[in-house]
């Protein structure tokens, strides 16, 4: 049997996940171009390294640098919503300068490509810190929007660190680590954003919500009597698309002022806040007699995974050992 190279694999099913993305929405956008740019990348890796083609090995760099630019693109249009030509158009730089030194400066590539990996995975990182919350993801995924961002960023500036380390072994006379190295950083860029396209349903929704007008100046109480309001009398958590721009502009309040005012009063973001109403819902379902599986998307999550946990971090029990807590409770 024949033993295919991992970054083969994983341009294979990057492939595959960027054709079904097609076929549910024929729009092209940032995220299906990062799709088909780490696919690309991932083969010619394998090309390259592992089966000798070597007239593809001048490209490479080309094909390496478009992968940060386009993560960025990405990142900031699932989370902030659509990106103007005027705002992705300054990211063409990146590539254009390792044309460039491609051809004018060569022995420059490899800082050059380890600056733009590493520049852009700080940047994702960066942001993440100062505002976790993200506006524009679905309140029912809990952190995991969060925690993919944060392993693409990591996987950038890993990728970013593996040209440095080609470059000591190529120094150290060591040509034959090189597979090596590529394997295993170049591996884990690919398998972030395919971890990230195979969970996109959980990044965002289709549509970004409009910027709401500067918050009033109102105190913190104030805009937590209206939220709750707002939850309790319309159950906006039962959407299981529901987003913190969407609530933000319900409020007419900033999105960063709503989660500030949330974790001010609960100590817990938005996230949490919100799916302790699911979760409270959840109990009066179970004990009303659903199950565990029609509970679950009647009470606004996607998956089972997100509410056993939140269910699991708010009761501190499982859905079926709380059912027979309850059971037990109501017998005595």
């Avoid at 009398?233 to 529901?242: G, T």
Wanted: with cysteine; aromatic share 6%.
């Amino acid at each position: 049997m024949i033993a295919l190279p991992p970054s083969l694999i994983l341009s294979a099913v990057l492939i595959f996940v960027l054709i079904k993305s097609h076929q549910e929405d024929p729009r092209f956008g940032p995220f299906q171009a990062l799709l088909g740019a780490a696919a690309l990348q991932g083969g010619m890796v394998s090309l390259v390294h592992y089966y000798q083609i070597d007239a593809l090995r001048p490209i490479m760099p080309l094909t390496a640098t478009a992968l940060p630019p386009l993560a960025w693109i990405a990142f900031r249009s699932q989370t902030q919503g659509h990106q103007p030509p005027s705002t992705c158009a300054p990211h063409t730089i990146a590539p254009l300068f390792t044309l460039f030194c491609l051809l004018f400066a060569p022995i420059t590539l490899d800082a050059v490509l380890t600056l733009i990996f590493v520049g852009y995975g700080i940047a994702i990182l960066l942001v993440l810190a100062k505002a976790p919350d993200l506006p524009l993801a679905q309140l029912s995924a809990g952190s995991k929007p969060l925690h993919l961002w944060r392993a693409l960023g990591g996987a950038l500036i890993l990728s970013g660190v593996s040209d440095v380390l080609i470059s000591g072994a190529m120094m150290l006379g060591q040509p034959g680590w090189t597979p090596i190295i590529l394997s295993l950083f170049s591996t884990a860029a690919l398998l972030a954003v395919a971890v990230l396209a195979l969970m996109r349903d959980d990044l965002s929704p289709a549509q970004p919500a409009p910027i709401p007008a500067p918050a009033p100046r109102e105190v913190d109480t104030n805009l937590m009597q209206r939220l709750e309001g707002l939850l309790t009398q319309e159950q906006l958590y039962l959407q299981s698309d529901l987003t913190l721009s969407r609530l933000a502009r319900r409020l007419g309040v900033p999105a960063k002022t709503l989660s500030a005012t949330i974790n001010a009063a609960h100590q817990e973001n938005v996230s949490r806040y919100v799916n302790g109403y699911r979760i409270r819902h959840a109990c009066d379902l179970l004990q009303q007699g659903l199950s565990v599986t029609e509970t679950i998307y009647a009470s606004g999550f996607n998956t089972k995974s997100n509410f056993n946990r939140e269910f699991s971090r708010i009761t501190g029990q499982s859905p079926r050992d709380w059912l027979a807590t309850q059971s037990t409770e109501t017998a005595d």
